[in-house]
């Protein structure tokens, strides 16, 4: 499934959430971002590269860099790499997925 999925497909999900189980931890990552790559020419045939930017809403948790189980009420359920990238100005964590 995520091999066909370009940014087109996230943009209208910008500002959903996606909830994210961890041990012993849940919580819900709302989409913060969906965005082409800037200077990244896809070969013929192939989607334009892009990543998508997710803030958390714990303060004290982060999610470590692995494949985590996402589900969303459009798009089901399905597995993403992300990335921890930072936190916000109010505290929760930021995490990425790119896909190429």
Known sequence: ????LTVKDFEPL??????????AHAETLTLTEASLLPRHV???????AFSLVFEGESREIHL???IHRLENDT???F????????RTEAGTFR??????
């Open 1 to 4: 499934m995520l091999e066909r």
């Open 14 to 23: 910008v500002g959903q959430g996606f909830r994210v189980s961890y041990p």
């Open 64 to 66: 470590n860099q692995k």
């Open 75 to 77: 798009m089901g359920q």
């Open 42 to 48: 896809p070969p013929e045939g192939h989607r334009a």
């Open 95 to 100: 995490y990425e997925a790119v896909f190429t």
């Open 79 to 86: 597995d993403l790499f992300l990335v921890p990238i930072g």
